[in-house]
């Protein structure tokens, strides 16, 4: 009778504390948006609910914060799991104003649609109307205007233009909009395992290789199959006291005995 209650008793706290671990990564929200895997909330969640490089912050403002290198930091308004594409805008309504310092080769992310080569000039006033103004990098008695690199000086009339710097190649509809910008990414790939109404999850919270899975989703949002390995380093030290005491409680027993 002793026997099969702390044998009762150890698997009820095996089944309450691997919930609880499940727990640790579900689905978060900030404002709107809804934060699951490859995203993690930073400071939420531990660095195994999250692929690396797409941590995310939830500000004072209840807004959805991407940093992306180098020190540039967005507001996310939207993100689409299903096509692997995050929408942002800029905090203080310019994203042209992040460009120059925006270094994508060193993120996760890049441009949804395709890019081309600007110059931004700082001009005079003047009808400049094949050209892409910037208002909100124009102030009173001068424009901002962002010019295709590959033209010829003889093609743009910059004669009261000061060349300010190149970019890298970025979408037109970035000088469009002036305040939204999609990215993409493609590793990991998880928008087959969303689109079949699946999660994603790293296969190992200790691989450093970061290879993910394909689990399905139960009615109540747990996985259907109960490996000890997804437990994860916080719920161990729970199971570890259990076996030792398991351990001692027999061996007394069989000492006993």
């Known amino acids: 009778m002793t026997i099969s209650f702390f044998i009762l008793l150890f698997m009820v706290g095996l089944k309450v504390n691997f919930g609880a671990c499940q727990n640790e990564c579900s689905e978060l929200h900030c ?26 912050s939830c500000n004072g403002s209840n807004n959805t914060v991407l940093e992306l290198p180098i020190s540039v930091k967005f507001n996310v308004t939207q993100i689409n799991y299903k096509s692997q594409v995050i929408q942002v805008v800029d905090p203080d309504g310019c994203v042209p104003r992040q460009l120059h310092k925006l270094n994508l080769s060193a993120s996760a ?15 005079s006033p003047a009808d400049r109307n094949l050209y892409y103004q910037i208002p ?33 190649p970025v979408p037109l509809d970035i000088f469009e909009s002036e305040n939204v910008l999609r990215l993409e990414w493609f590793k990991p790939e998880c928008k087959h395992c969303e689109r079949k109404g699946g999660k994603c999850k790293l296969k190992n919270n200790n691989d450093t290789e ?24 916080p719920c161990m030290p729970f199971v570890l006291c259990f076996l030792f005491f398991l351990f001692s409680f027999f061996s007394k027993i069989s000492f006993s005995l």
Do not use: W
Request: aromatic share 14%; charged share 25%; net charge negative.
């Open 31 to 56: 404002g709107d948006i809804p934060i699951k895997f490859p995203f993690r909330l930073k400071d939420k969640q531990p660095d195994h609910c999250g692929y690396p490089g797409f941590d995310l």
């Open 136 to 168: 909100c990098l124009s102030e009173t008695g001068h424009q901002m205007l962002a010019i295709y690199s590959d033209f010829s000086i003889d093609e743009v009339p910059i004669s009261s233009c000061t060349k300010l710097y190149n970019l890298p």
């Open 210 to 233: 970061s290879e993910t899975e394909c689990f399905k989703v139960g009615k109540q949002g747990a996985r259907a199959s109960t490996k000890l390995v997804v437990i994860g380093k």
């Open 109 to 123: 992310f890049q441009f949804k649609d395709e890019g081309l080569y600007y110059t931004l000039f700082n001009c």
